[in-house]
């Protein structure tokens, strides 16, 4: 499907962090390069607002991250990282991810998620249906949901142009197997380097 993007478009971004930071490093032993995403998924249009969700830790390394994040105009919201009695961990924002995109949906023609988590498959038809939003995803094709990639109005898939799309990129021979983790289980944070052309 043919899309249009032109100029005076208003764009939100909607960046499920943990999603993208955690594809880089198993596909591609890689830091996302959030500068050049960024810009190649607003396509030179008009940004109304682009968020971040992250979780903190105790440690607070993740600070010089969402220092950086903030140079290149996203707003991070943030959460504790949960641990349960048993050990379990959770790190989960789908909701209010989800919750602030259908929020600030009136005041938007074009909703972009870089995310490929197939959970915001609901989020993107209620996006395009009720809110009249033209809905865009942008992330790793290889560890993208199908049925997300199918669901939405155009997928930027960083794996055309990993040089572009990530830091310290190399090439790696073989082929990419997923990690067994799940979200829930996911507690790193991305590293403080960006990138910028």
């Known amino acids: 499907m043919s899309i249009i993007k032109h100029p005076e478009q ?3 971004v ?3 962090t943990q999603n993208l930071y955690h594809s880089a490093k198993n596909i591609y032993h890689a830091r996302v390069n959030f500068s050049n995403v960024l810009k190649d998924a607003i396509a030179g249009r008009r940004l109304v607002r682009a968020r971040a969700y992250a979780v903190t830790t105790e440690s607070g390394e993740e600070k010089g991250f969402f220092d950086a994040l903030a140079k290149i105009g996203v707003e991070m919201r943030t959460k504790d990282l949960q641990i349960f009695a048993g050990g ?3 790190a989960d924002w789908d909701v209010g991810l989800a919750v602030d995109a259908i929020t600030a949906s009136p005041k938007l023609d074009t909703v972009i998620l870089l995310t490929g988590d197939g959970d915001f498959v609901p989020l993107v038809e209620y996006l395009q249906r009720h809110a009249g939003c033209q809905v865009e995803v942008v992330s790793f094709g290889r560890s993208s949901s199908a ?6 109005d155009d997928f930027l898939d960083l794996d055309s142009d990993p040089r572009r799309y990530l830091l310290n990129y190399r090439p790696q021979r073989g082929r990419y197997t997923p990690r067994s983790d799940t979200p829930e289980t996911r507690t790193e944070e991305p590293e ?3 990138g910028t052309e």
Do not use: T
Not at 147 to 152: T, Y
């Open 192 to 194: 403080s380097d960006l």
């Open 14 to 16: 909607f960046i499920d």
């Open 10 to 12: 208003r764009v939100g």
């Open 88 to 90: 379990a961990k959770k």
């Open 147 to 152: 049925k997300l990639k199918e669901a939405v």
